[in-house]
């Protein structure tokens, strides 16, 4: 075998992994659509795919908060906790409106996220270590406040979970028009270039006078906002407030979401349109498992699978 064969095998390598980390990800979306239009009855229905959309609209949301975080080369575990937070505080605070409630309980998510940032921004405490502590304390605030399941009789919430425009339920709009604003705010606004350098090389943004700190807790606080968000468009859909089983394994979704879509764990980059496909693949994925009668443990593990190929396929572009 020559040098020449061996370079081109290297390069056609090269080029498969980065077509898989640029496209793999829609790739994905368009395999699992075409099996389900074959192989499941009943998915080809303006019904199914309303309920799909309505479904992946809280992964989304929450997913679009955990970029912002893997941007700055942190996580947030606490995103599911926080979501559990808002779902009580909306029961506690609907007795005096549905605006007041929902405004309480998407200030929960924002202090939960001050917490998040002021421990990574002024203690120097690992992401992956102040999330956690708030992803245990996040739920337990949230059982204090609310130990057990309550229905949520409220015509304004009941609207906002089951209403829509031209066909187009609420909860989509306003995923779609978040992931929108997001998308604006990375790509075209000075914070989202500050955000992208810190995410890059913190000592250099330090050194670059960039308002790190700040950037960090905006970042965690914006991350809380939008999980808070997805929680109080749950529980509108649900109709009912359950903090024990609220946002449960939610942040293993919005980080599978956000890695297959192509934002490096490293930071320095997000990827907003490829974090929407991720979410839409992680709800068709379910979809599929579910209706072809496989246990939801499955859905987990074919998380993971599809996690190490992300991370795999990533990793091996960074050594380039």
Not at 59 to 80: C, N, P
Not at 134 to 162: F, H, K, T
Not at 163 to 172: Q, S
Request: hydrophobic share 55%; glycine share 10%; net charge positive.
């Amino acid at each position: 075998m020559t040098d020449l064969t061996l370079t081109r095998g290297q390069v056609d390598r090269e080029r498969l992994l980065r077509l898989l980390q640029e496209y793999g990800v829609y790739a994905g979306v368009v395999v699992l659509l075409a099996f389900n239009f074959v192989f499941t009855s009943n998915f080809v229905s303006a019904e199914n795919f309303r309920t799909q959309a309505v479904q992946v609209a809280p992964v989304l949301i929450v997913a679009l908060g955990m970029a912002l975080a893997i941007g700055t080369e942190g996580v947030d575990l606490s995103v599911g906790s926080v979501m559990a937070l808002s779902t009580s505080l909306l029961s506690l605070y609907l007795g005096y409106g549905p605006w007041m409630a929902v405004l309480m309980a998407v200030a929960g998510g924002i202090v939960i996220g001050l917490a998040n940032g002021s421990l990574i921004a002024f203690l120097g405490v690992q992401p992956i270590v102040a999330t956690l502590a708030l992803m245990v304390a996040g739920r337990g605030i949230a059982l204090v406040l609310l130990p057990q399941l309550e229905d949520v009789r409220d015509p304004g919430m009941a609207s906002l979970g089951s209403g829509d425009v031209l066909g187009v339920p609420y909860l989509v709009l306003i995923a779609a028009a978040l992931a929108l604003l997001v998308a604006f705010v990375v790509r075209r606004t000075t914070f989202g270039r500050q955000l992208l350098a810190v995410g890059d090389s913190r000592p250099a943004a330090r050194l670059a006078g960039l308002p790190v700190r700040r950037i960090l807790i905006v970042v965690y606080a914006c991350s809380g906002a939008l999980a808070a968000v997805a929680g109080v468009l749950a529980t509108a859909r649900l109709t009912a407030s359950d903090p024990t089983s609220l946002g449960n394994l939610m942040e293993l979704s919005a980080i599978t979401a956000v890695v297959v879509g192509g934002t490096p764990l490293s930071g320095g980059r997000i990827r907003i349109g490829g974090t929407v496909a991720g979410a839409v693949l992680i709800q068709l994925l379910t979809t599929t498992l579910i209706k072809h009668d496989l246990q939801p443990s499955w859905t987990q593990m074919a998380q993971a699978v599809v996690i190490i190929a992300a991370v795999y396929a990533a990793r091996e572009r960074g050594k380039r």
